[in-house]
């Protein structure tokens, strides 16, 4: 089936410095979406992406749907402590409306020092 | 903002009972999820469900496993006859059009002794 390389496995930074992680897929998605997890939660959405080539911000977050629409990458700028948490990428391939499940990523695992 | 909410946050069970895990989905929406994370891993799906049918089902929606839409607001997940295997955090999502961004609950931790 459909799998995601998300990298690195992890990150250990300064506060302040940003953050750079990306996904890549063999096959190709129709959206890419960006969660982020925190211990003992749900992933919550941070960026959702639905053409290739959007780029698209939240905040001091930066997220790219690339041209293949087989990779995105989220850019987080000037980290802060609650930056900390697991980032997944999901890929989700749909037909028009039809309904589509997200294949994940293995997550990255971000940790912040202040 | 709307949120998917489930119960209980943590169910401990004894192996080879059932359990069943209960989601209300955001209240707009009409399309559900669920989706399975054993610690330390990455999630994974089990099965999407629209107009109280199932829509597509992984691997591991196997025959233990059912779903329901038992009233309005209710969606449910049943494992018939639990294995230590099962121990995971079970989230439910929901999303308004199947193409629209999923949104998640805080899932609900099974523990199988």
């Known amino acids: 089936g459909q799998q995601l390389n998300q990298s690195p496995q992890s990150m250990f930074i300064q506060e302040g410095e940003d953050v750079s992680m990306n996904c890549t897929s063999s096959?190709?998605?129709?959206?890419w979406l960006w969660y982020k997890q925190d211990p003992g939660e749900g992933p919550v959405l941070l960026i959702a992406?639905?053409?290739?080539?959007e780029l698209t911000s939240n905040g001091r977050l930066t997220a790219q749907f690339g041209i293949t629409r087989k990779d995105s990458f989220l850019n987080i700028s000037a980290s802060i402590p609650s930056d900390v948490g697991i980032y997944f990428c999901?890929?989700?391939?749909?037909?028009?409306?039809?309904?589509?499940?997200?294949?994940f990523g293995k997550g990255t695992k971000l940790s912040v020092k202040p | 903002e709307p949120e998917v909410t489930q119960t209980p946050s943590h169910q401990v069970t004894q192996m080879g009972q059932e359990v069943i895990l209960r989601c209300v989905p955001i209240?707009?929406?009409?399309?559900f999820y669920w989706y399975r994370q054993i610690l330390g891993q990455k999630v994974e799906f089990l099965v999407s469900?629209?107009?109280?049918?199932?829509?597509?089902k992984s691997e591991i929606f196997d025959d233990q496993f059912s779903v329901e839409r038992p009233d309005g607001s209710n969606f449910t997940l049943k494992i018939r006859s639990t294995k230590l295997e099962d121990s995971a955090m079970y989230f439910c999502?929901?999303?308004?059009?199947?193409?629209?961004?999923?949104?998640f609950g805080d899932g609900t931790r099974l523990s199988i002794l």
């Open positions: 096959s190709i998605f129709n959206t």
């Open positions: 992406l639905y053409k290739a080539g």
């Open positions: 999901a890929g989700q391939l749909t037909d028009g409306g039809s309904q589509g499940n997200l294949i």
């Open positions: 469900f629209y107009n109280n049918e199932i829509s597509e």
């Open positions: 209240s707009n929406h009409l399309y």
């Open positions: 999502a929901s999303n308004g059009r199947g193409n629209q961004p999923q949104h």
